[in-house]
Nanobody
């Protein structure tokens, strides 16, 4: 069993920055590939970023590439999403996810999910 808890969401002006955290417990964190997904009202859940077990491999959605950075600290059992140059279209509930498989952009490949944290970007 894996438990995931997101934090760090909030309200920020366009062009600002925010860092999300995802704290994991329940099994060895370094065995899990991790990902971030987001969902805006009335829209399908979409992939944001993913990171391999060791942190050596990363993959981003085109919409956030160059602005967002995914990272992890296995000693702290925590994954992060640094969000810079935020845009109103980034407004969504952001959820972290974990998989015992390899890192992936497909939500169906993830076994565990956090409760989500709201990110709101004002224009």
């Amino acid at each position: 069993q894996v438990q995931l808890v997101e934090s760090g969401g909030g309200l920020v002006q366009a062009g600002g920055s925010l860092r999300l955290s995802c704290a994991a417990s329940g099994r060895t964190f370094s065995t899990l590939a991790m990902g971030w997904f987001r969902q805006a009202p009335g829209k399908e859940r979409e992939f944001v970023a993913t990171i391999s077990q060791s942190g050596g491999r990363l993959y981003y959605a085109d919409s956030v590439k160059g602005r967002f950075t995914i990272s992890r600290d296995n000693a702290k059992n925590t994954m992060y999403l640094q969000m810079n140059s935020l845009k109103p279209e980034d407004t969504a509930i952001y959820s972290c996810a974990a998989t015992t498989r390899t890192y992936d952009h497909r939500a169906v490949m993830y076994d565990y999910w956090g409760q989500g944290t709201q990110v709101t970007v004002s224009s």
